[in-house]
């Protein structure tokens, strides 16, 4: 959702949505977003769909008739209301259209969450599962591989998750698939943690250290970081001995690296010259 205007009808939708389920239970919830995505799944599957929808020539109303015209009676109202909202919105390109609907649809995912209290879980557990897939190139391969038919690919996420994380995860994995807001896999991953993040006020800290933080050296950066960018800071801490010693620290666009092989690299840089 680069444009303003995509921005804008992303805005009115959710707050639409947010208001028609304010009432709604974890799974109504979660019966919602599954509604939303699998909108969002036919728009990435008809293009000539996504054109008609936001074509700037046809009035707000005409489009989101068309969309109602397509759903009625196939998903719940909540959901033909909120995906009208969107629909009636403008949008620089076609492909805006269907950003926004994965993130309506992954907004109710973790409303879904929130209900149950189950926010922090689902973002250490989205972290975690990108950790694995890092340090198995095969399954990283396979899994990030755009090309090979998405279907196999979510029955092997549901295998490797089954009983294992909430249910809440492996749906948001299975969008990591399919590359929301256009991203590869991993990158979808990492965006989907920090969407989390911030639905819980808080900032993602990626930590990189050579041994594993104590708990109270985890305590004591996470209070600094917090004092430093003015809100709560969830530290998502990666063991690499590679590093040598030190501590990097990823925030946003933010990088403060500290680490010994930093610090190495440097000096042979500067031997070099």
Avoid: C, W
């Amino acid at each position: 959702m680069a444009s303003s205007v995509s921005r804008e009808a992303y805005g009115e939708a959710s707050d639409q949505l947010a208001a028609n389920t304010a009432a709604a239970t974890a799974p109504q919830l979660a019966t919602v977003a599954d509604e939303i995505l699998s909108v969002a799944a036919l728009l990435r599957a008809q293009p000539r769909l996504r054109r008609a929808l936001t074509d700037p020539s046809r009035p707000g109303s005409d489009r989101a008739g068309l969309l109602r015209s397509l759903l009625s009676g196939k998903v719940s109202e909540t959901t033909v209301n909120a995906v009208a909202a969107l629909v009636a919105g403008r949008f620089s390109r076609p492909a805006e259209l269907l950003d926004a609907a994965e993130r309506l649809g992954v907004d109710a995912l973790l409303a879904s969450a929130d209900r149950e209290g189950k926010l922090a879980d689902i973002e250490d557990e989205l972290f975690r599962f990108g950790q694995i897939v890092s340090g198995d190139s095969q399954l990283a391969v396979t899994l990030s591989d755009a090309s090979a038919p998405v279907e196999p690919r979510v029955k092997l996420v549901r295998d490797l998750l089954e009983g294992k994380a909430h249910g809440v995860t492996g749906r948001l994995v299975e969008v990591a698939l399919t590359g929301f807001g256009g991203r590869g896999f991993q990158a979808s991953l990492t965006r989907l943690v920090e969407v989390t993040a911030t639905k819980r006020d808080h900032e993602v800290a990626y930590v990189t250290v050579a041994k594993p933080l104590t708990d109270a050296d985890e305590q004591s950066l996470a209070g600094k970081l917090s004092a430093l960018y003015g809100r709560e800071v969830s530290l998502k801490v990666d063991v690499d001995p590679s590093v040598l010693g030190g501590v990097s620290v990823r925030v946003g666009s933010d990088l403060y690296d500290g680490t010994v092989l930093r610090k190495l690299n440097q000096a042979k840089q500067a031997f070099a010259k």
